[in-house]
């Protein structure tokens, strides 16, 4: 049902400007106010890089991030200047090639806040482990008798700790959020998270998807009036950060049809991976379907049509 011509797998960028590598984004210090964020085709599961890429999945992530931040500027503040659309960029100090077009974007700096905002409307993923062993979910406790994928009576908001590369995330009670960022930061956190994905969830299912749950990041900015306040920053409502489910088929106590990396995670289950690094090769039928996973997710969610060089 997608189509479009894959374009070629950037695996690094090369950028002369100083730099920082996190998984799958590559962040650029273009002055003191400004980072160009360029997100490459890697894919991460489990935490761990895989040694293979997946073509169009930078300029998926880049553009439908660009989307979000677009549509809910007004109920939360992002980082987002622009997303860099074509090779003439006066107001860069560096030339851009046609690879990073599409994939790029000038973002405010902000300094990140070390929590991960995760919102969950469904129960899932580790959720949906963590409740089958205590009946709660970072130490909420949900009603009893729930089933896999079933909807919470409202979103929760379970955050967990930024590990540095090579670890894990781990969930964190509210608590403990509050602890490590203070109750200011970590109330705002959790009430735009919130704000964020209740628009996203209701936006995406009029495009017939559910969006089972995502996870946020923030980062401190000063805004125009000079005050220090928590924006959202680095990707929005992504199938790399939240999970999105085919409304059509959706079925509570189901495993679900996903436009996500479900899929990926899926076929790594059967390789029998100790999911630590290196990671095995993504054999190219299983590339290929995620590809056009995310290609159908950001085309039917945002209407639009990938731009690519
Ligand atoms: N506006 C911004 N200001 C400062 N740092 C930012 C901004 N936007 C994003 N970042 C940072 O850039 C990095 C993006 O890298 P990437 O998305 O590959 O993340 P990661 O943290 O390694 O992995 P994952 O997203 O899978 O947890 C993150 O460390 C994020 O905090
Ligand atoms: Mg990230």
């Not at 409502?237 to 085919?246: A, C, G, K, Q």
């Not at 959706?250 to 289950?269: M, P, T, V």
């Not at 056009?292 to 049509?305: D, K, M, P, S, V």
Request: aromatic share 8%.
């Amino acid at each position: 049902m997608t189509t479009g011509t894959p374009s070629d797998i950037l695996m690094e960028s090369q950028l002369d400007l100083p730099r920082r590598q996190g998984k799958v984004r590559e962040i650029y210090e273009v002055d003191a106010d400004r980072l160009l964020i360029v997100t490459t085709d890697r894919v991460s599961a489990f935490d761990v890089v895989l040694p293979n890429g997946i073509a169009d999945k930078g300029r998926v992530l880049t553009q439908m991030s660009a989307f979000w931040f677009e549509r809910t500027k007004g109920i939360v503040p992002n980082h987002l200047i622009r997303v860099i659309d074509s090779t003439a960029n006066p107001d860069l100090p560096i030339a851009l090639g046609p690879e990073y077009v599409g994939r790029s974007m000038l973002v405010r700096r902000a300094q990140p806040v070390l929590i991960e905002a995760v919102v969950r409307g469904y129960l899932a993923g580790s959720g949906w482990k963590d409740y089958q062993q205590t009946g709660e979910v970072c130490g909420i406790r949900l009603p009893a008798g729930m089933q896999e994928s079933e909807p919470f009576p409202q979103p929760i908001f379970t955050p967990a700790t930024k590990a540095p590369v090579g670890e894990h995330d781990e969930n964190i009670s509210y608590q403990q959020a509050v602890e490590l960022v203070g109750e200011e930061v970590a109330n705002a956190i959790k009430v735009r998270s919130i704000a964020l994905y209740v628009y996203g969830l209701e936006k995406a299912r009029q495009q017939g998807f559910v969006i089972a749950d995502t996870k946020f990041e923030f980062g401190l900015a000063t805004n125009e009036e000079g005050e220090e306040e928590a924006i959202l920053i680095d990707e929005a409502l992504t199938p790399d950060s939240s999970r999105f489910w085919n409304a059509s088929t959706y079925r509570s106590g189901e495993h679900q049809e996903a436009f996500d990396k479900q899929a990926l995670r899926d076929w790594l289950e059967t390789t029998g991976w100790n999911k630590e690094a290196p990671g095995p090769s993504i054999p190219e039928a299983v590339r290929e379907d995620l590809r056009q996973r995310y290609l159908e997710a950001f085309e039917r969610i945002t209407g639009r049509e990938l731009i690519r060089p």
